[in-house]
């Protein structure tokens, strides 16, 4: 290591890492420093008993072409393409998902189908004249605003209520809508409303089970390293290699001083001397908003407050170990049920083979909290307890099939977009950037609900607007292309 690096990255998730390797291959010297004793962040994957689990399902896909291209070179030849397979537990059935609408009609009360089909119906009309009249809605309150202006009210209480509501343990009318432009973006309702109606003429009356390979694919593609998640950070990491780069783990920030450009921290595990290194160009924090406040010299009690009142989600993930091959065909499976503990399940073996040992599998069950909730403070036992009995309910296991299992909770794990989050967040943001010394960025350090592609791309970004001289540049209003649950 030496005393001095033109860039240095606080956290190597695949934010930092993108970053890091883009100036690096314009010359630039950067020093990253990690606190977990491996690289990844929330794209790890993690040993455990012949097993690698990631952070639940990590599918990598993008629209933006050179994006993919990147990836692909920086993974190599065991980045193999999916054809993404996920369904949906309603009804005590397991229905497509992303839902088909007269799968989802089908399967409910009659009823029920004949007022969600009315209202949907209704809402459809009501748009198209709107946007003849050029008076359609762009801009909405909250997450319940924005889907009853597109699939009705009826549809709003059986598909999104109950299952925004179990993740984020928030009503949709306290969430933001951008939550939800992010999430559809891409929809077009007109062709939606187009298959939904050829499809509805050729209704067939299959099972709903999940061996039923006739519900499942649901199309899109995706990537996904043979080794799992982790393949895209340890590819980055040996891109970086090559060039004038340094990555530290297990390493604990103290204090920036922006005014000698020095960083002081100490690895954990070593002699505790304190270690002080500057940064020529930049610091670039991909660490959460309220850490790396704290290691400023500089503050202010509006910034703090608006700290206090920007909350991460975290999440427990239970892994499950099966003693026997396959548990479902299926990427993985949704539960929007409240007495379901867990919102979803996914199979790392239907992956890929290399996830479990031979004759084995497992699930990944995650459960969205907050720290110090409920359910963050549940003994680990009283988890996978509640996870196995869920899981035979549903009728995904048997207990006896239960091998051993592993807890582990993840902090910062999702940026929660209350109603007035923006403005929280561009005070913060821009407190932190004021001295165009730090630099936000990522996921967690711009609190950005985006997927890995979207922290790589504006990884990506951030370095080109440094090495293009635009060394003011920020990545606050990068636009996230599309982002799912
Ligand atoms: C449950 C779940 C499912 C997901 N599914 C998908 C998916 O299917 N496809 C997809 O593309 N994306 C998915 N994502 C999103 C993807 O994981 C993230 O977008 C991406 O990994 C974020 O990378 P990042 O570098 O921006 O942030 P992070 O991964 O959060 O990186 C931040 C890094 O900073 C480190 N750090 C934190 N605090 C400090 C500190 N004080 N000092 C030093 N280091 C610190 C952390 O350990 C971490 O390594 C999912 C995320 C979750 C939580």
């Not at 990836?71 to 993404?84: A, Q």
């Not at 007269?102 to 009823?111: E, F, G, S």
């Not at 009853?148 to 299952?163: H, W």
Request: proline fraction near 2%.
């Amino acid at each position: 290591m030496k005393d001095r690096y033109d860039y240095i990255v606080m956290g190597a998730g695949v934010a930092g890492l993108s970053f890091a390797h883009e100036v690096a291959k314009h010359g630039k010297s950067v020093l990253i420093l990690e606190k977990d004793k491996q690289i990844g962040g929330l794209s790890q994957t993690i040993e455990y008993k012949g097993f690698r689990f990631d952070y639940c399902a990590h599918r990598f896909h993008t629209a933006d072409p050179d994006l993919l291209k990147e990836v692909r070179e920086i993974v190599g030849s065991t980045f193999k393409k999916h054809t993404k397979k996920s369904r949906i537990y309603m009804f005590g059935k397991f229905l497509k998902y992303p839902f088909e609408l007269q799968n989802l009609l089908r399967a409910m009360k009659r009823t029920q189908a004949v007022k969600a089909i009315f209202s949907f119906g209704i809402n459809f009309i009501s748009r198209q004249i709107r946007s003849l009249l050029r008076i359609e809605r762009t801009k909405f309150r909250d997450y319940r605003d924005w889907f009853t202006y597109y699939f009705g009210r009826t549809l709003y209480l059986i598909m999104c209520e109950p299952y925004t509501t179990k993740i984020w343990k928030t009503s949709p009318q306290d969430l933001s809508a951008d939550w939800a432009d992010q999430r559809f973006q891409g929809i077009k309702l007109t062709e939606f409303v187009a298959r939904v109606i050829k499809k509805l003429l050729k209704l067939d009356f299959s099972s709903y089970s999940l061996e039923d390979e006739s519900l499942a694919p649901d199309g899109g593609e995706f990537y996904y390293g043979e080794m799992g998640a982790q393949e895209i950070p340890d590819g980055y990491e040996r891109a970086l290699g090559k060039f004038d780069t340094d990555i530290l783990t297990k390493v604990v920030i103290e204090k920036i001083s922006e005014d000698d450009k020095k960083i002081e921290f100490v690895v954990r595990g070593d002699n505790v001397n304190k270690l002080k290194v500057a940064a020529n160009e930049s610091i670039i924090s991909t660490i959460p908003l309220h850490d790396c406040y704290s290691y400023l010299e500089r503050n202010n009690n509006s910034v703090k407050d608006y700290l206090e009142n920007l909350t991460y989600m975290d999440i427990i993930f239970v892994y499950l170990l099966i003693g026997k091959e396959q548990v479902s065909n299926d990427h993985w499976l949704y539960f929007p049920d409240e007495d379901i503990i867990f919102n979803r399940s996914v199979e790392f073996t239907t992956w890929s083979k290399l996830m479990s040992p031979k004759g084995k599998t497992a699930l990944c069950l995650d459960i969205t909290c907050f720290e110090g909730d409920d359910t963050w403070i549940k003994s680990n036992h009283s988890l996978v307890k509640e996870c196995i009995s869920s899981s035979v309910k549903v009728g995904l296991i048997e207990e006896k099939e239960v091998e051993g299992s592993l807890v582990i909770r993840v902090k910062d794990a999702y940026p929660f977009y209350d109603l007035d989050y923006k403005n929280k967040l561009r005070e913060v943001v821009e407190f932190i950037e004021k001295r165009g010394f730090i630099h936000c960025l990522g996921r967690t350090g711009i609190f950005r609900y985006n997927n890995s592609d979207g922290s790589i791309g504006m990884g990506i970004e951030l370095a080109k607007k440094f090495i293009s001289s635009d060394s003011a540049g920020s990545v606050l209003d990068y636009e996230v292309k599309e982002i799912s649950y």
